[in-house]
């Protein structure tokens, strides 16, 4: 179907009530007084109230000029607007020069223009700035930012200044009344007030965009709200207006292609909204600033635009004075660009307002609009035909939406024929994006607008963008289907704003989660491989912003020593991408289609997606599972360094054709970070690294870059920070005693790529520079990449420089920068940048406190009843901690000693109660996240994964019967994230079942292969504990030779010890294993085996199991219990040292009725008594009631009391009702345990040790 043909240009929005006018009376004396030439100050008359009329505001019948690239520009405006600041700011980006009226005028005079006119009068003055003044400008047409003094606002300046706009950018600075009276220190504030409103107009004639000037402080008089603390360092006062103004300039000139060469290639930012699918504008009425916008400073909006709605209500009684109203507006529209960094909707709102006004006024506010730059902006349909193509013919870069709202909707109104003639309408009048809405009447109406979208798309006329969508409660779910720019609202709006007309409206996460639940989008995982991926901090930052949008994705880790792997998620549908991290950046290459730009000049990839479609346009198909059909590999570190440098350097050191860089290193990340400054204009770098040879490749690799490149026809716009094309001069400087070079400039950017460990509390290289390398008279930036330790000698000694303008930058503040870039990769979703900063430094920060060797070391618990106790015990085990790690550095860094030292220190802290995961349910009828929230929930604070319980979350989370390694690594990733979302620790891996003493050796052989797995589980955990069982396969199968079963063990210890961090083995003998069953032979064991990482797992049931009880006798004890028990435990505490004892556990089991022998319901066939004992009526302690009788008590005595030990004291239960169904087990096991625990503490006093 075709469109209707085109509409009559009658149609009328409801907007007719005209303002009274009356003339203007503007006295270009007072704006001249105002430059502060009259010592006495400006006389004071009477404000005449401007009309809101055309007659003070400039012809808008000329199209707005696409300005030549090097056309100098003009800033106009009020004395103190900072004018002069925001020239030099303008001239280091653009590689302009600046020319500033009152510096030309002393230079052409010799005098001031104060002395001038003392000195000669006024009117030689006039004659003399008028003839300057048109030097200057039409005798620098290119190349110049210039700064007008007030002569142009008068007569003839004005004239030329109106002949030289025609082919040149003309901005008016405004800044706030009190700012310039601060700066300026002459006038009061309302005089100041009241010549700005005169002066307006004629500046507003004179320009054709302006600039509101805000300082950070003044951002807090929308509102009494108290600023958040975030006060930047001083050399950085000024960056924020900087990048505004910057913005500003950029969008104005056509220079976004040309800036687009220092952004990512593939970044959203380079990609129009419009084009992309599911995108959501944030509705922010105007009237709601005074209560936002300082809440939403550091606030993730999630949205991928702003559309600010202005009423003629919310102008309130300003609207009477026309350039009041508009200063209004540019001030708010500015507090708007500072705090939300999102494109903006400029939308005049005729609608939702109790005012009304004319069309004439609406058009006003809409060429105002177009003044500002907003990224789009909104025209009523309904208006007439000749102002819209006005409007459309001023609008320069603007994209103007065509918006057209059904008043009142008939019950088919999505088919009717003006919905298609408004489209039709909207492209031949040359809009970019037609929006059309109507109030929902029904359900149905969603169903038809969503029909409406696909008629107009399948139709071979449509030519532009469409957003439809109903209104209202019943019009949401016509919202999320809409996939171009949806109206949302945020929580914040809802619960400030309760009033507010858009509290209706979705959030992006509501939205969100509605079109992956309508199955429009999929959910895939991704995740980050390697070999050395552990402790990453990805998943963290990833996890959460994916759950903050509303998308059911997961980020994974993934730990591997080859790429084979990796090709096999990418066969997994739902497999959608990756980080790629040493060792695997360089050899992917050869094994990817396609390749970025940035990937190619560095020679690395850190970031692969899997492409649903063999083309490079299938980048922005995301978030679909399907076969992959192609890889694209993209390099997205030299963004975390390109945006750190950015956005931490000074205005005053903004890169200028002589602003030299420093890298200190000559690996990966140098090759990173010399790219980075390449893209950023930096004309010359210098590489410091020990060897030379190192350096000179990384030189070589961009000098043959740059020759490949160099046929290429050059670009028509000029390099942001250099205009120029050359190449970067790069140089050596080997040492650190070499001076720097004297026809260099000072470094003012230090990136240092030197990877660091922390060794003994110490840094691991000597990162810090020599002093007067230091020395820029305006200090610099300087980014640190390595975050172990966080604080290097580099930022040590950079942190003592501040009062010198240098700011330090350390490795947590880029990686989040770099991920951002890879999660709108992976999602084509904006990246909620603040969140994904604060949980980089949360997850960072609970790493630590695992302290030694990832043990999370807990200090004592701080209860206010015994708070002042508590604190001293704090300190003295603090203390004890401390001299220890002092003693063992000072004697030796051997990893033995490591060992040593993280189980001693461990010991050290205080008790707390862990229970087994499979003590809570047997895993094929209750899931993991189920156990470990009830054990969250009951007070645990660590927790024993269960091998079953990761291949059962393997197979949920795959749908397999059998899951392969890499789905049992990706279910570790996922229960750790689990577990550290609920504060709990994992203290141990278990059981490695039949390991040691194996006749059949080939099977020996498959489980070395089998704990490499386990080497890699325990990292993904975070725990270095695996459990060993000793071995109880029947005694055929083993050998009782104890060189044998200690040289198996000692094979795994030793493969244990290479580990980073190491892995400890806590051997447990089991009072029914077939060669080791009591913990006396267990010791001769760990004895034999004679490593620091193997030690003894020591279990009240199964020593009392052994020792004390029987289940096969009547009585239910041995014949000799009571001494036996006496004489073992006195042989505990003499011969067993606790650095040997890794963790404990205490657990109880049940009296049998009968004697489990033959005939029991408990007896299996070939199974030892306790083994069936163990399995089916083991009973927390103090369960009495279920038969609890073993003297686990005492046991447990002996180990805290006589022994000493402290640490995690574990519930490892085994009975049948684990296997009971029903949605409370968890939750019954979880009480049971932490009331066993809860009265173990009690009895045995250990809040007293």
């Known amino acids: 179907m075709g469109f209707m043909p085109d509409v009559s240009t009658g149609l009328r929005s409801p907007i007719d009530l005209s303002l009274q006018s009356c003339p203007s009376k503007t006295s270009t004396e007072i704006m001249v007084a105002s430059a502060g030439n009259t010592p006495t100050g400006p006389s004071r008359m009477p404000t005449p109230q401007t009309p809101f009329s055309r007659k003070s505001t400039p012809d808008h019948s000329q199209p707005r000029h696409n300005y030549?690239?090097?056309?100098?520009?003009?800033?106009?405006?009020?004395?103190?607007?900072?004018?002069?600041?925001?020239?030099?700011?303008?001239?280091?980006?653009?590689?302009?020069r600046v020319l500033d009226a009152d510096q030309y005028f002393y230079k052409a005079t010799g005098l001031s223009r104060a002395v001038y006119k003392a000195t000669h009068g006024i009117s030689q003055y006039r004659q003399e700035e008028l003839r300057l003044m048109r030097s200057m400008l039409f005798d620098n047409p290119t190349g110049a930012v210039i700064v007008c003094g007030p002569g142009v606002v008068e007569g003839t300046g004005k004239e030329w200044l109106a002949e030289y706009a025609k082919d040149h950018l003309i901005i008016y600075i405004l800044r706030d009344a009190e700012e310039i009276q601060r700066h300026l220190r002459v006038f009061d504030v309302e005089t100041i007030r009241d010549l700005t409103r005169r002066a307006a107009p004629a500046y507003r004639n004179l320009s054709s965009f302006e600039f509101y000037n805000i300082s950070d402080m003044s951002l807090y008089r929308l509102d009494t709200a108290t600023p958040r603390g975030d006060i930047s360092p001083r050399a950085l006062a000024l960056k924020k207006v900087e990048e505004d103004f910057l913005q500003l300039i950029y969008s104005i000139t056509r220079r976004d292609d040309c800036y687009s060469k220092y952004k990512a290639k593939n970044s959203l930012s380079s990609i129009p909204l419009e084009t992309r699918k599911f995108t959501y504008s944030l509705s922010l009425p105007l009237s709601t600033l005074s209560t936002l916008i300082t809440e939403f400073r550091g606030l993730d909006t999630e949205a991928d635009a702003l559309e600010l709605t202005i009423t003629a209500t919310s102008l309130g009684n300003e609207l009477n004075s026309k350039d009041t109203a508009t200063d209004k507006i540019s001030r708010h529209f500015f507090v708007v660009r500072r705090n939300i960094r999102l494109p903006i909707i400029y939308h005049i709102d005729t609608y939702g307002s109790e005012r009304r006004i004319s069309e004439d006024e609406y058009f006003e506010l809409l060429h105002h609009g177009l003044r500002l730059a907003p990224e789009y902006l909104c025209v009523d349909l309904k208006c007439d035909t000749a102002k819209i193509q006005n409007l459309i013919a001023s609008k320069g870069q603007t994209k103007v939406v065509a918006h057209y709202v059904v008043s009142d909707p008939a019950e088919d109104g999505w088919n009717l024929p003006k919905q298609w003639a408004m489209i039709e309408r909207a492209q031949s009048l040359g809009c970019d994006i037609i929006r059309v809405c109507q109030e929902a009447r029904s359900?149905?109406?969603?169903?038809?607008?969503?029909?409406?979208?696909?008629?107009?798309?399948?139709?071979?006329?449509?030519?532009?963008?469409?957003?439809?969508?109903?209104?209202?409660?019943?019009?949401?779910?016509?919202?999320?289907?809409?996939?171009?720019?949806?109206?949302?609202?945020?929580?914040?709006?809802?619960?400030?704003?309760?009033?507010?007309?858009?509290?209706?409206l979705l959030t992006v996460q509501e939205a969100q989660k509605a079109v992956f639940s309508s199955f429009l989008l999929d959910g895939q995982y991704f995740g980050i491989y390697g070999n050395c991926t552990s402790k990453s901090l990805s998943p963290a930052m990833h996890n959460a912003a994916f759950k903050l949008l509303g998308m059911p994705h997961r980020y994974n880790i993934f730990l591997h020593e080859s790429l084979d792997q990796l090709f096999e998620l990418v066969k997994d549908n739902t497999f959608g991408g990756a980080s790629i991290t040493a060792p695997f950046k360089t050899s992917i290459i050869p094994r990817l289609d396609f390749l970025s730009e940035e990937a190619k000049a560095i020679g690395a990839v850190n970031t692969l997606l899997c492409l649903k479609k063999p083309a490079m346009d299938s980048l922005l198909d995301r978030n679909t599972a399907g076969p992959t059909v192609a890889l694209f590999g993209e390099n997205t570190d030299w963004i975390g360094i390109h945006t750190c440098v950015q956005r931490n350097l000074s205005p005053i050191n903004a890169v200028r054709r002589r602003t030299t860089g420093l890298i200190i290193g000559a690996g990966g990340m140098a090759r990173a970070a010399a790219y980075a400054l390449i893209r950023l204009g930096v004309q010359t770098i210098l590489i410091h690294n020990r060897t030379r040879s190192r350096a000179e490749e990384l030189i070589k690799q961009f000098d043959n870059q740059h020759k490949n490149e160099s046929s290429n026809t050059a670009s028509d716009c000029t390099e942001i920070g250099s205009g120029s094309h050359d190449h970067p001069l790069f140089r050596v400087i080997t040492s650190k005693d070499d001076a720097w070079p004297e026809d260099l400039s000072l470094p003012t950017i230090v990136v240092s790529c030197v990877a660091t460990r922390e060794i003994d509390g110490e840094c691991s290289a000597d990162t810090s520079l020599p002093d007067h390398w230091l020395s820029s008279p305006t200090g610099g930036v300087a980014i640190e990449l390595s975050y172990t330790p966080l604080e290097t000698p580099l930022l040590k000694q950079i942190k003592s420089l501040s009062e010198k303008g240098w700011i330090p930058v350390d490795g947590l503040q880029v990686l989040p920068e770099?991920?951002?870039?890879?999660?709108?990769?992976?999602?084509?979703?904006?990246?909620?940048?603040?969140?994904?900063?604060?949980?980089?430094?949360?997850?960072?920060?609970?790493?630590?406190?695992?302290?030694?060797?990832?043990?999370?070391?807990?200090?004592?618990?701080?209860?206010?009843?015994?708070?002042?106790?508590?604190?001293?015990?704090?300190?003295?085990?603090?203390?004890?901690?401390?001299?220890?790690?002092?003693?063992?550095?000072?004697?030796?860094?051997?990893?033995?000693?490591?060992?040593?030292?993280?189980?001693?220190?461990?010991?050290?802290?205080?008790?707390?109660?862990?229970?087994?995961?499979?003590?809570?349910?047997?895993a094929w009828l209750h899931d993991f996240a189920n156990k470990a929230k009830q054990a969250s929930e009951h007070g645990f604070q660590g927790i024993e994964v269960f091998y079953e319980d990761l291949e059962y979350e393997a197979k949920r989370l795959h749908s397999v019967e059998t899951p392969s390694n890499d789905q049992i690594l990706d279910a570790a990733s996922h229960i750790r994230e689990l577990l550290d979302g609920l504060k709990l620790t994992v203290i141990g891996l278990q059981p490695f079942l039949f390991y040691e003493g194996l006749k059949d050796r080939e099977q020996h052989a498959r489980l070395i292969e089998k704990i490499k797995l386990w080497f890699k589980i325990a990292r993904i955990l975070g725990t270095n504990t695996i459990q060993i069982p000793a071995n109880f396969l029947p005694a055929d199968q083993l050998t009782g030779d104890m060189d044998v079963i200690v040289g198996d063990l000692v094979e795994l210890a030793d493969l244990g010890i290479e580990q980073d961090p190491p892995i400890r083995f806590a051997y447990e003998a089991l009072c029914w294993s077939t060669h080791v069953d009591t913990w006396e032979k267990s010791w001769e064991v760990a004895q034999k085996v004679n490593r620091p990482n193997f030690g003894l797992c020591l279990d009240t049931f199964n020593i009392a199991g052994r020792v004390w009880g029987d289940p096969a006798s009547p009585t239910g004890k041995t014949p000799n219990a009571d001494q036996d028990l006496k004489e073992s435990l006195e042989r505990l505490v003499k011969e067993v040292t606790l650095d040997k004892v890794f963790y404990i556990q205490v657990v109880d089991a049940e009296r049998m009725e009968a004697p489990l022998v033959k005939g029991h319901p408990f007896h299996v066939d070939g199974n030892p008594a306790r083994m069936n004992w163990s399995r089916n009526a083991r009973a927390y302690m103090y369960e009495t009631d279920r038969g609890a009788y073993l003297p686990v008590e005492e046991i447990a005595k002996v180990l805290i009391h006589d022994m000493g030990y402290k640490g995690y004291v574990s519930m490892e239960l085994f009975s049948r009702t684990m296997a009971e169904e029903g949605e409370d087990v968890p939750k019954q096991h979880a009480e049971r345990g932490i009331a066993a625990w809860k009265k173990f503490v009690e009895r045995l006093k250990l809040n007293e040790i």
């Not at 990832?854 to 701080?862: A, E, W």
């Not at 009843?865 to 000072?890: E, V």
């Not at 990893?895 to 499979?918: D, E, G, N, Y």
Request: charged letters at 15%; one cysteine or more; aromatic letters at 8%.
């Open 68 to 96: 030549a690239p090097n056309a100098s520009v003009a800033l106009i405006g009020m004395r103190g607007s900072g004018m002069s600041t925001l020239a030099v700011m303008a001239s280091s980006a653009l590689g302009f």
């Open 443 to 504: 359900m149905e109406d969603n169903f038809a607008a969503q029909h409406f979208i696909h008629r107009v798309k399948s139709s071979p006329d449509h030519a532009i963008p469409l957003i439809a969508y109903n209104t209202g409660r019943l019009g949401r779910m016509s919202c999320y289907l809409n996939p171009i720019l949806s109206p949302v609202t945020h929580p914040l709006v809802r619960r400030l704003v309760s009033n507010c007309p858009s509290n209706a």
């Open 818 to 922: 770099q991920g951002m870039m890879q999660f709108e990769l992976f999602t084509t979703r904006r990246a909620p940048a603040n969140l994904m900063r604060e949980e980089v430094f949360r997850a960072y920060k609970e790493r630590l406190e695992r302290v030694v060797d990832t043990y999370r070391i807990p200090g004592p618990t701080l209860s206010e009843q015994y708070f002042a106790g508590a604190l001293s015990s704090f300190w003295s085990w603090a203390t004890r901690c401390h001299q220890m790690i002092k003693h063992y550095q000072q004697s030796t860094t051997s990893l033995s000693s490591r060992v040593h030292l993280a189980t001693k220190i461990h010991k050290m802290s205080s008790f707390q109660p862990a229970i087994l995961s499979a003590s809570l349910g047997r």
